[in-house]
């Protein structure tokens, strides 16, 4: 560790700001400032405006870094919010939908969040080009559902992606395949961040180049880095010269992310004549939401706290499905004349994520993030909105992906519904074992997807193949053990069974 950036931990765990810890700051800003102008040196000269936007950006963002006591929030500040900050959706719902549908949509700007890779479910490229029902990738849906409401209702409804430098090249590409469709697709490009060592607190990357074995030296920086990306890419002014007036903000790998026309409604013609600024659709936790993000009020501001943000002695408590009851689903609603304004006067407050990671050679770095809905305390007169749990279901994991193939969900125009089959409206627990973690893999073990419309829980470990039209029913769980394999017969009914040990079925 250098001596400095050794200084640096152990004047920070002091309180207060001594002259002692201002020179360490300065000497660790001036030494940042020393290399990233070294990198900024060897960019080429039509990557030179980007290049420099992006690494001024991150100089502010370290400016903080170095300012801030560590994640913590005062624990004896958060209060559970007022009953009407956080609506429950009836309520939104219970007043109807305005005589011109497409006058509220033609203000709407749908952007997907789009700078993640496929690599947790095995899979190379941008996550968004998977196939997820009928050949359809995440990508494909968003497009499907634009277009649906842009036919029915004449409007002009544009989609915005935003890329990191992880998939913008492949997903330029597949975009020409929607040339004919009925949706403007926009791109543009989060911003680029060098990691820095966790020693010495300097970057890793000797120059702007991000292939080769530099490739690890470079980081998207979360995605609440889209206010000021959207804004530098000049998309956020030209919509707003066409007289676009919200973003809905949503993760792509979100499928119940789709536009909503009474939240929308609620938003153009607010009951009391009060605009919002930013709308965050929160849902009730289960117990397989406990880390999810929660809205709390801190000091009369409605606010976000991430479970990287609370004190130790109070993780158990901030869990706790009892004390905080919601959770934020990401999909986020945001006036763009605010988000212009805010920008411009430098007023966005977002705490930094400290994200840790340990690159293939050994090597500590620390990536500084941020978060899109952390920026709601900036806003004036935000709201909670308490949506079904349908508007959150996100696919992150090959256990997600079967629930979403399966006959649980009906698509429509692009939209995935629950079945009305299904005679209670919870989603099944599904814990899929790390034979199934890729999606190749997963693809394999599977002739048919089952019938599960029935299912409550499904818990599979180890090495095993399911026949074609298995239906699962109550709760199932199969393991076969290190060395068994499992084959599930085709058309086997299995209704609230255990199955362990070797099962093969040969054919003859």
């Known amino acids: 560790m250098s001596s400095f950036a050794k200084d640096f931990s152990k004047a920070m765990s002091q309180a207060g700001t001594s002259p002692f810890q201002e020179a360490i700051r300065q000497e660790l800003e001036y030494s940042m400032k020393v290399e990233l102008d070294k990198i900024l040196a060897t960019a080429p000269q039509n990557e030179l405006p980007h290049t420099k936007k992006d690494l001024e950006g991150f100089k502010k963002l370290f400016h903080r870094f170095l300012q801030e006591k560590g994640p913590s929030v005062d624990w004896g500040k958060i209060q559970r919010p007022p009953e009407d900050s956080i609506q429950p959706y009836e309520k939104i719902k219970a007043r109807g939908l305005p005589d011109s549908i497409a006058s509220v949509l033609n203000k709407l700007v749908v952007v997907k969040l789009n700078g993640g890779l496929g690599t947790s479910m095995g899979c190379k490229g941008p996550k968004s080009l998977i196939g997820v029902r009928n050949e359809n990738t995440f990508l494909d849906l968003t497009v499907q559902q634009i277009e649906h409401l842009n036919k029915t209702y004449n409007t002009d409804v544009p989609l915005v992606l935003m890329n990191s430098f992880n998939t913008d090249e492949d997903t330029k590409k597949i975009l020409q395949k929607y040339s004919h469709s009925r949706v403007k697709i926009y791109t543009f490009n989060q911003s680029r961040y060098p990691r820095i060592n966790k020693e010495s607190l300097l970057p890793i990357a000797k120059d702007v180049s991000y292939s080769g074995e530099n490739t690890e030296a470079w980081y998207p920086p979360g995605h609440g880095d889209i206010y000021a990306s959207f804004y530098n890419s000049g998309l956020l002014d030209n919509f707003i010269d066409e007289g676009k007036e919200y973003i809905f903000v949503s993760n792509i790998d979100n499928l119940g992310a789709t536009v909503d026309l009474y939240i929308l409604n609620h938003l153009m013609n607010p009951p009391n004549g009060k605009r919002c600024e930013f709308v965050m659709e929160v849902t009730n936790k289960t117990r397989a939401d406990v880390k999810g993000g929660t809205l709390t009020q801190y000091e009369n501001k409605l606010r976000l706290v991430e479970i990287a943000q609370v004190p130790k002695a109070h993780v158990d408590e901030f869990k706790s499905v009892s004390k905080f009851k919601i959770f934020n689903t990401n999909n986020l609603w945001v006036s763009l004349s605010a988000i212009k304004r805010l920008q411009e006067q430098n007023a966005i407050d977002m705490e930094i994520i400290v994200n840790p990671k340990t690159l293939d050679g050994g090597l500590n770095v620390i990536q500084l993030e941020t978060a899109v809905g952390a920026a709601i305390k900036s806003f004036d007169n935000s709201l909670g ?27 429509h125009a692009g939209s995935l519904t629950m079945s009305e089959k299904r005679e209670f409206p919870t989603v099944p627990l599904v814990k899929l074992g790390s034979s199934f973690t890729k999606v190749q893999d997963y693809l394999r073990r599977f002739e048919s997807i089952p019938d599960m419309l029935e299912l409550d829980h499904l818990t599979v470990s180890g090495d095993v193949t399911f026949g074609k039209n298995v239906a699962l029913k109550g709760t199932v769980i199969i393991i076969a053990n290190h060395g068994d394999r499992i084959d599930i017969p085709p058309g086997a009914v299995l209704e609230n069974k255990i199955v362990s040990g070797n099962l093969r079925i040969l054919d003859h």
Do not use: A
């Not at 079904?388 to 079967?402: A, E, H, M, N, Y």
């Open 385 to 411: 909105i308490n949506v079904p749990r349908s508007r959150f279901l996100p696919v992150k994991t090959t256990s997600d992906l079967l629930l979403v193939m399966s006959n649980l969900y009906s698509l």
